[in-house]
């Protein structure tokens, strides 16, 4: 109830008028409260260094009394050994040049004698006439900035050791690889009387082992049998298949040197291997032997082949063609399978280039879209018909080159050629 005269008050003018005082009195601190107790240091220096004022806060920070300071110290006997070089080389005549400075990262001593990183600003007070009084600095605390800071670098550095782990780890990986690819491959040609042979083995990435092979082996004094391919897939399963393949033919082959007879024991080996595993298995080959006439310097050649691409003749007149082997089933899929077969001659300086589809399914072009193509082989091996077949695996290899990136898949090239008369 109000008493008889009085009316209440309806806005509660009152209660504002008490939150507004005590708020106020929050702001009263005095510009010597706010300089001494900020959340930095403040000092302020004759011009040649001398400290003539300095705040609490950094005085706290320095453990450092003031009668110790004020007029007895200069500014540079605050920081560290390093810090003072860098004050008086650099700090000071920038300053001096510029007339303020700003964000430089230096280190102050601790009456203890440790290090508190902090961040300097500087700027020089001059009077109305332009001549310079006195020097006013800024000084922040840094040490969360250094934790930081170090905490970067210490994972920058760690990064760093774990790339250069990466890649020494890749680089053995490699080099474990290339023994392996060696291994599936022959360490050198056999010397074949009356035929002259080359080969190349290209890898599209170091980091995998590719499913690519070839060989040339002697069957008796006079044949000798040779044989390309691709196993599908790629890594340590690819080469498992590749090296089964190689072997099994080169058995195959002494068994019974008719090439439709030893692709057809291969498709038994691998059809009952992988049939059945989850992991279906399969191959492309081609097959031959070489049956040389020292007489005549022709070099008489019988082949079947697997769903691999054909074999080009090139031959000593300068021209080039395909040997069609049309029909020819993948080796491995069925448990019967059929191959195709062709015969031809080499005369002297002819040559039969056989090679897997990584050549021929290479990308072209400027966005790198378009395959090379059977007709571009042609086209390419017409115009070095009449080499021999080291000169064919040189001009090819610099094909490859040539393909760059563009060049997905593993390639294996196998040239042999009568030699052309001397």
Avoid at 62 to 74: D, F
Avoid at 101 to 126: T, W, Y
Avoid at 127 to 147: C, K, M, N, Q, Y
Avoid at 381 to 401: F, I, W, Y
Wanted: net charge negative; proline share 6%.
């Amino acid at each position: 109830m109000c008493r008889t005269g009085q009316q209440p008050d309806p806005h509660g003018t009152s209660d504002g008028k008490t939150a507004n005082a005590a708020f106020a009195a929050l702001l009263e601190d005095s510009a010597e409260e706010l300089y001494e107790s900020a959340p930095c240091g403040y000092l302020s220096t004759l011009m040649d260094g001398t400290i003539a004022k300095i705040n609490t806060t950094l005085l706290d920070w320095l453990r450092l009394e003031r009668e110790a300071v004020v007029g007895r110290m200069r500014f540079a006997d605050l920081l560290t050994i390093g810090g003072k070089l860098y004050y008086e080389t650099h700090f000071a005549p920038l300053l001096q040049m510029q007339g303020k400075i700003g964000g430089i990262a230096l280190e102050i001593k601790q009456a203890g004698g440790a290090r508190m990183p902090v961040l300097v600003s500087s700027v020089v007070k001059r009077s109305g006439a332009g001549e310079p009084l006195l020097i006013r600095t800024t000084v922040f605390d840094a040490r969360d900035r250094r934790a930081y800071e170090q905490e970067l670098l210490r994972a920058r550095k760690g990064a760093e050791e774990a790339r250069k782990q990466a890649e020494a780890d890749r680089a053995r990986l490699q080099d474990t690889l290339a023994v392996l690819q060696q291994s599936l491959l022959p360490a050198i040609l056999p010397h074949v009387p009356g035929v002259e042979a080359a080969a190349h083995y290209r890898t599209a990435s170091p980091d995998q082992l590719g499913g690519d092979f070839y060989d040339l082996f002697p069957l008796d004094g006079k044949r000798f049998a040779f044989f390309l391919g691709d196993v599908c897939g790629k890594g340590p399963q690819a080469a498992a298949v590749t090296s089964l393949t190689r072997y099994t033919l080169r058995a195959a082959a002494l068994h019974d040197p008719d090439p439709v007879a030893a692709l057809s024991t291969l498709n038994t080996v691998l059809h009952e291997r992988y049939t059945g595993s989850g992991d279906p298995r399969y191959c492309t080959v081609i097959f031959g032997t070489l049956d040389p006439d020292p007489v005549t310097g022709q070099v008489t050649v019988r082949l079947a082949a697997g769903g691999h691409p054909p074999a080009l003749i090139l031959r000593a007149d300068g021209t080039a063609d395909f040997l069609p082997t049309p029909g020819g089933f993948l080796v491995g899929i069925l448990p019967a399978a059929r191959f195709a077969t062709a015969t031809t001659v080499l005369a002297p300086g002819d040559t039969l280039l056989l090679y897997t589809d990584g050549l021929t399914e290479a990308r072209t072009g400027k966005d790198r879209t378009t395959l090379y193509g059977d007709e571009a082989l042609r086209a390419f091996t017409t115009a070095h018909a009449g080499k021999s077949p080291h000169a064919l695996v040189q001009a090819l290899t610099g094909l490859l080159d040539d393909f760059g990136d563009g060049l997905d898949d593993d390639t294996a090239l196998l040239v042999l050629g009568a030699p052309a008369p001397a």
